[in-house]
């Protein structure tokens, strides 16, 4: 599809009210599904380029995206890289194609914010022109520099946790009241990417978790394990022991807002059905509720 095509489909979708405003908001409540933004993390998609995994993500039946770094662009131009370097020409395709799929980009990341002003501002000027929710990085020492930035742009920033490192200690955002004591002194905007299914590798309990950052979570990224400790892979929501129904309760009693992503780092080839199913856990647990 030319140039053109993509701006006449943006037009036509327009309408769509859980595509973004003129200005940067809250994700709006057309965009939840049980009460909270759940959709992919493209990353689950790893395997495809940023045009498959908007398709991707609507098969799901999620209506946002979070978007990573270097992907690349389509079938047409895998040369082309998705990142906060992209064109004006290049954003306003992808734009597009989420405009035709009505998928909604909320966050990107996981994305080094260096602590250099000028490079730090690339990112945040793309959120900016993205019209995303937040961003999602592990530079902690960037902090001083992401409070200043997250007030201008009204951007939200999220630490997101790996795994603990036994052979590196100065590694620390896998733990969350490592993440309390890093962003208690700055803005409200600035706190925690949840990653639960690594909260999980390092033998952390997800609710006590949860419960450590409240206040502070920005945003999540969706995992369900079979069981604690490493070496585990991720299954459908409910079919493993996190405890999907307990993090989605506890998220609802600390009037979480941001989006869940489900990043789902197993059959990368054909994840799309089992996404699905995470998706439906959610719709389904906020139909009982």
Request: glycine residues 8%; charged residues 25%; hydrophobic residues 40%.
């Amino acid at each position: 599809m030319n140039m053109r095509s993509y701006f006449a489909v943006a037009a036509l979708a327009a309408g769509l009210s859980c595509l973004p405003s003129a200005h940067a908001t809250p994700i709006p409540d057309s965009c939840r599904i049980g009460g909270f933004a759940i959709g992919c993390q493209a990353y689950s998609f790893n395997r495809f380029t940023v045009f498959e995994a908007i398709e991707k993500t609507e098969q799901t039946g999620s209506k946002v995206i979070e978007f990573f770094p270097g992907q690349a662009l389509s079938p047409d131009q895998r040369g082309v890289k998705w990142d906060h370097n992209s064109s004006d020409e290049v954003i306003a395709l992808v734009k597009a194609k989420l405009a035709k799929h009505g998928i909604r980009a909320v966050n990107y990341g996981v994305v080094g914010i260096p602590n250099n002003e000028a490079d730090a501002r690339k990112i945040f000027e793309f959120a900016r022109k993205m019209e995303l929710y937040a961003v999602t990085t592990e530079s902690t020492e960037s902090i001083d520099l992401i409070d200043k930035l997250v007030k201008e742009y009204d951007v939200r920033v999220g630490y997101h946790d790996h795994p603990r490192r036994a052979d590196n200690p100065d590694y620390k955002v896998w733990d969350p009241n490592y993440i309390v004591s890093l962003v208690k002194n700055h803005d409200a905007r600035i706190g925690a990417c949840a990653d639960i299914g690594h909260w999980q590798t390092s033998n952390l309990n997800v609710l006590d978790c949860l419960k450590t950052l409240e206040g502070r979570i920005i945003s999540v990224h969706g995992k369900e394990r079979p069981a604690m400790g490493p070496g585990q892979h991720d299954v459908p929501f409910g079919a493993g022991q996190t405890n999907m129904s307990g993090v989605l309760a506890e998220l609802k009693r600390q009037g979480f807002v941001g989006n869940i992503s489900v990043e789902y780092e197993y059959n990368w080839d054909n994840s799309v059905p089992e996404i699905a199913q995470c998706v439906g856990f959610v719709r389904g647990w906020g139909a009982r509720k």
